[in-house]
């Protein structure tokens, strides 16, 4: 039996029919056709699916899309701001901290998340706190010189 | 599954526990997801339970510290309450699955699912927690000992839930330590872990000694042969390889895609001679 949801995504409502075991992930990709947001191990175990609800990092793929209404969504679509990447973006892209790309939205929502909270980390901190997004491409080095990039180019802006 | 339903408080719970027996609960979904989508379970239908005020968040109950069982770890780690008080459970869940599981998990979840890995379960052992059980009729309160009986086994009747837990607070024991061993550093399952709390004297003699190992048994195990071994000696090396010899024989681990038994046998055996370096600090 299908329900009629609202979700708030990115700043917009959208209004959609779902299944109940139906994931937020399933529900973005499939329904919403926000597609930046990738299916990895579908399994919590590699932050692909990395997503902010209400400002904390979150994986889409163990959540169900009913249980994510009330709550505001941001996805890696929500980031640039009239056209303009987000500084993460714009540090990745010029410090290439990605090679094939698949696991790059997931970093940054995560990164992002980290950043709102602790505007300047330590590397160690970073480490820590972006243990769960697994890239099988860079050795993670540009991924952590990149966010420290843009820490600097945000100046512990948000 | 044919619902999802998002109750706000427990006598909403109930009404939909007892209209549909098979409706099943959940908080994080961490553990619960992952056995749905794997067909492992089939409910026909699923309470969460995090909305529900009444069983979120930590209290101070003067002796003791209750936590509502969906209180999420990330929430407990960042409460000062529970760090000052019981150090080697927030020691434990900074290395609970990664920051993302951490936000959306739960400590009663942590419990129920009753993983023999489950991190937040030594040290509950170690610290004598007992876990509230509630349904629309009564609240009892047993050890977390008790209330797993298994991997994955709780004793859990129809219609009940788990409230949270109680842990007393116990300023006496001076040591509090925690490690896991896992297969790589950060997002691992452990391959054995060990939750201790010690008290020493100032002469450095230990005088109480809790210790509890994960993921070398079907349950978390607890030793009282190797408890009343340390009561009275010194925090040194020697002494806690010989006690080690007594954790090999206390544990009951088996092989599995992870580890040999005999590794995490020696694995449990070994973990105790990292309180030497607490012993060197006091
Ligand atoms: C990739 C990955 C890595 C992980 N790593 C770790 C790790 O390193 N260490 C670790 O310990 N765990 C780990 N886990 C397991 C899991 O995240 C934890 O066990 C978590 O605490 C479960 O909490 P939850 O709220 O998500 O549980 P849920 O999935 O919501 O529930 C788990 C079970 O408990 C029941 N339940 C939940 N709350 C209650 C309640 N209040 N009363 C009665 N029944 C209840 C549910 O019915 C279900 O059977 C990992 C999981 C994943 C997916």
Request: proline share 4%; with cysteine.
């Amino acid at each position: 039996m299908k329900q009629a949801i609202a979700l708030e995504v990115n700043g917009d409502t959208y209004e959609v029919l779902v299944s109940p075991n139906q994931t937020l992930l399933e529900v973005l990709r499939e329904k919403l056709g926000l597609t930046g947001t990738k299916k990895g191990c579908d399994l919590g175990a590699c932050g692909a699916c990395t997503v902010l609800l209400d400002g904390a990092a979150y994986l889409s793929c163990l959540m169900l899309a009913v249980d994510a209404v009330g709550k505001k969504i941001v996805t890696i679509e929500g980031l640039s701001q009239g056209g303009e990447l987000h500084p993460l973006q714009k540090s990745f892209v010029e410090l290439g901290g990605l090679q094939c790309g698949f696991c790059t939205p997931g970093i940054i929502m995560t990164a992002k998340a980290v950043l709102d909270e602790e505007p300047q980390p330590t590397e160690e901190s970073l480490k820590k706190k972006m243990a769960g997004n697994l890239c099988r491409c860079t050795g993670y080095k540009k991924v952590l010189d990149s966010i420290m990039g843009a820490t600097a180019r945000m100046g512990g802006e948000r | 599954m044919t619902q999802v339903l998002l109750p706000r408080a427990l006598d909403e719970l109930w009404d939909f526990l007892e209209e549909d027996p098979n409706t099943a609960v959940y908080s994080g979904g961490t553990d619960l997801l992952v056995n749905l989508r794997g067909g492992r379970i089939n409910p026909s239908r699923l309470a969460c339970l995090e909305r529900i005020e009444e069983i979120r968040g930590v209290r101070d109950a003067g002796a003791a510290v209750f936590i509502g069982a969906a209180t999420t770890h990330t929430h407990l780690l960042e409460n000062s309450l529970v760090s000052s008080e019981f150090p080697v459970l927030t020691k434990a869940i900074r290395v609970l699955a990664s920051p993302a599981i951490r936000n959306m998990g739960t400590i009663g979840g942590n419990i129920v699912n009753a993983s023999p890995a489950g991190d937040t379960l030594p040290p509950l052992y170690a610290l004598d927690a007992e876990v509230e059980i509630v349904s629309r009729k009564e609240a009892k309160r047993m050890p977390v000992s008790d209330f797993i009986v298994g991997p994955g086994r709780v004793r859990l009747g129809a219609n009940e839930i788990v409230k949270g837990v109680w842990i007393r607070k116990a300023p006496e024991f001076n040591v509090r330590h925690f490690e896991k061993v896992g297969l790589r550093k950060s997002q691992a399952c452990a391959v054995a872990s060990l939750a201790a709390a010690l008290s020493l004297s100032e002469g450095g003699k230990i005088e109480r000694a809790r210790l509890a190992w994960g993921s070398v048994g079907p349950t978390v195990v607890r030793s009282a042969e190797v408890e009343e071994a340390l009561l009275g000696r010194e925090l040194e090396i020697q002494m806690l390889a010989e006690v080690a010899r007594l954790v090999e024989r206390a544990v009951s681990p088996i092989d599995d895609v992870r580890a040999s038994a005999q590794y995490r046998r020696i694995v449990a055996g070994r973990l105790l001679l990292r309180l030497a370096e607490s012993g060197c600090k006091n």
